[in-house]
């Protein structure tokens, strides 16, 4: 009675391909960004993720006119924003204002609809500093596209951080769990999100739901998975669906974001802000915004 797809021993998730970012450029005047998908063509292997825009690090020199983009809308996904340098103000249609810095991460469900800006804090702006951040796009499935907007503000004290044996490192918990501790971040489908640091000549293992997606992005440093294949900075490791073990060793002092998720499997439109799953959401999403169905900013 062996069925070929019931293994005991835990398989290694494998490497399935590394990326370099496939695109730069600005959002607003305040983001210069360097994209890892979907500017790499990368879609059913990264879903439930949707976007990678790794901004900066960068120094911008004082001003009293903080950078950043003005009034926008979203639907159909969430925006994750994590601030590792620099300070982030936000605003938004539901009413929802915070002000993100270090360490804290911006977790806004645009959901059925929202409008929003996003800023370098007055005060950063206004001595001038480095800003150095992520944000990242996860899917709704399609019964959640059009639920209520939220909104949570997740401050770093909020958020477990680990120290890994024998002093590899430290692993923060932002969503899922890690040897069971929870992450503060409330999500629609299974996902992990750990921010981790590990230091040169070490390594930490890592345990993912077979069947999830596994991306592994290199912020600084050189990293290898399973002891195959280096990555270097800005670079992103995306990995197989099938096993669940994952070696992460540092060649170098690393910073890493390790993204899992259970794939979406339903079809992606997408048009700019907008993530349904048909071409008739998309274009009912571009009327209720202009009719202003998504809100203004006060
Ligand atoms: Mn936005």
Not at 64 to 83: A, L, Q, W
Not at 239 to 248: A, E, H, L, M, W
């Given at each position: 009675m062996n069925r070929h797809a019931t293994i005991a021993t835990a398989a290694t998730k494998d490497?399935?391909?590394?990326?370099?970012?496939?695109?730069?450029?600005?959002?607003?005047?305040?983001f210069p960004v360097r994209n890892l998908f979907p500017s790499n063509d990368l879609d059913r292997e990264v879903s439930p993720f949707l976007m990678l825009d790794?901004?900066?690090?960068?120094?911008?020199?004082?001003?009293?006119?903080?950078?950043?983009?003005?009034?926008?809308?979203?639907?159909?996904?969430?925006?994750?924003?994590?601030?590792?340098?620099?300070?982030?103000?936000?605003?938004?249609?539901?009413?929802?204002?915070?002000?993100?810095?270090?360490?804290?991460?911006?977790?806004?469900?645009?959901?059925?609809?929202?409008?929003?800006?996003?800023?370098?804090?007055?005060?950063?702006?206004?001595?001038g500093g480095t800003l150095h951040a992520i944000q990242l796009w996860v899917n709704l499935p399609k019964a959640s596209k059009m639920s209520a907007p939220g909104y949570q503000t997740i401050l770093n004290a909020d958020i477990p951080a680990i120290d890994l044996d024998g002093g590899a490192g430290r692993l923060r918990v932002i969503a899922g769990s890690f040897l069971g501790n929870k992450g503060p971040a409330h999500a629609f489908t299974p996902i992990q999100l750990y921010d981790l640091q590990l230091k040169a000549g070490h390594r930490v293992q890592l345990n993912m739901p077979s069947r999830h997606n596994t991306l592994i992005f290199l912020l600084q440093g050189r990293a290898s998975v399973?002891?195959?294949?280096?990555?270097?900075?800005?670079?992103?490791?995306?990995?197989?669906?099938?096993?669940?073990?994952?070696?992460?060793?540092?060649?170098?002092?690393?910073?890493?974001?390790?993204?899992?998720?259970?794939?979406?499997?339903?079809?992606?439109a997408r048009?700019?802000?907008?993530?349904?799953?048909?071409?008739?959401?998309?274009?009912?999403?571009?009327?209720?915004?202009?009719?202003?169905?998504?809100?203004?900013?006060?």
């Open positions: 490497v399935l391909g590394i990326y370099q970012p496939g695109s730069t450029h600005m959002v607003g005047d305040g790794y901004a900066g690090p960068q120094y911008f020199s004082a001003t009293d006119h903080p950078r950043g983009v003005g009034e926008h809308p979203h639907r159909g996904f969430e925006t994750v924003t994590i601030v590792y340098q620099g300070v982030v103000a936000h605003r938004d249609s539901a009413g929802n204002a915070g002000v993100i810095g270090p360490g804290d991460v911006q977790w806004m469900t645009a959901a059925s609809g929202i409008v929003h800006e996003e800023f370098h804090e007055k005060e950063f702006a206004k001595k399973n002891g195959l294949r280096e990555a270097g900075e800005a670079e992103l490791i995306v990995c197989k669906r099938d096993g669940s073990q994952i070696t992460v060793e540092a060649q170098e002092d690393s910073q890493l974001l390790v993204m899992s998720g259970e794939p979406i499997e339903e079809p992606i048009c700019g802000p907008f993530v349904m799953n048909t071409r008739e959401e998309l274009i009912q999403a571009v009327h209720d915004y202009q009719a202003g169905k998504m809100g203004h900013l006060s």
